[in-house]
């Protein structure tokens, strides 16, 4: 899964990505000193048998590796407390996911439960005939543990009735994560972390020469594009862009500006970076799961993640000593914040199930104060249920990552809930490829060596393809404008609030 956050309003191809969910997963507490989950809620309570008197297997799939010892407890818990129900579970990498969902939907094989990939929009899913509404099998006691805001038309609504539940709290999971030790072994002070493009570069070369062949200055799980283009429009929304995963275009230019000064300028950070040797020489061959074991043995300086690698290093590198950053900005300085996304829609229910409610009491147990405060605890997510981060965070890094996306992100306005009938134009947009991220990785990878003619050429079909898409719309009898996506009461540096939506003209 990814954390208690993460994760992302989710437009087709490379114009939005899920929070989330691109991201790696959630990660596992130590257990030593969080406890084990125990899987107690409103609906256990009630009934200690499935609803039904027969046997019943229910499904789950899902890529929330970093959470798999506590889902494991989780899993052994539920069936011991409601005998009838077998729980089958399945947990894949994200990119293995997006492939075999859309196949098991196909063949008529979906599973009971399952997230919505992250390139897919909510609305596109439901057109699909994936999900079902939920709402027959929850009820306002449920409803109401969620934090403000989890339940929004557009976002994880359609017309009214719920579709999906999020994940976790929206944070960004583009921060930097730093090896302290190998900053001292480079002659870097550990608390005082690189805060520009050039120091940033300049830090992850001495680190690169200080290993010697044994540590690099970064690592990144290369094979996931989803990573590549978070951090080619987080950073460079911290410089401007006004690129976020909400929108396929720039609040700022009302346009596809990837190919703006500010995308350009991060991709020439992963050019110098990699023109210096600094890159960890497995990137471009693994998963992020597998470039935060390698960060977690002392083999690279920096890392790209979300909040809930914590956990897992806490478990299995509890002598690692890192501690986390804000993304490096222009030498110019910051002109921008990093873009936090309404809450995203992650888990549903298949439109095939023949075991609804049995699947609605798994909903009820894995979103219950108990088994969320064990995630938190342990460094796995930022909980979307009410007071839990208040009262479960112990991690001093965990407190220190939720503390730095507060400074440094804002909530940008999600133009589906301004206007919910945009739907239609999610459904109708087309993928666009290669993305934003293919190019950051083909940069990387060395086989584009000046991006400004694909980021271009992709910004030119973003916007086209979107017009299509409103086009499309609009003669299936949507009420849609380009206008829809343009916010003249959006300011870069403040949360974009429920007062914003109704204000805007």
Known sequence: MVQKRKYAALFIGSALIVQGLTACSASNPNPNSTGTPVATGTAGDKAQTSTSGEKVTLRVMDWADSEKPFREKFIKDFEAKYPNIKIEYTLMSVDQFQNTITTAIKSGDAPDLYPIPGNMSLSMAVKGEWYQPLDPYIDDAFKNQFAEGAFVEGSTMLNGKIYSIPAMASVPSTLVFY??????????DPENPPKTYTEFRQAAKKITEAGKGKAYGIIEGGKQIGRWKLAAMDWSALGGSGLNQQSPISLVTHDANYDGKEVLDVMNVFKGLKDDGSFHP????????????????????????????IGVWKRDNPNLDFGVMAPPVPDAGQKGFLPRSSYSPWIGMSKTTKHPKEAALYLKEYFNKDYQSVLVKAGDRFSILKEVNESSSEIPQFKQYYDIAQKYSRLVPNPQIRNP????????YKDVQPGVGDILQGVVAGAIKEPNTALKQFSDIVDKSLDTAIAKAKSEGAKVDKNDFIFSNWSSDKNYSQQDYKSIQ
């Open 421 to 428: 009938e945009l739907a239609s134009v999610y459904g109708n």
């Open 179 to 188: 090896n302290k030790q190998l900053f001292r072994d480079a002659g870097l």
């Open 282 to 309: 497995k990137t471009m061959s693994i998963s992020a799961p597998e470039a935060r074991a390698l960060f977690g043995e002392g083999q690279a300086g920096f890392i790209l993640q979300g909040e809930w690698s």
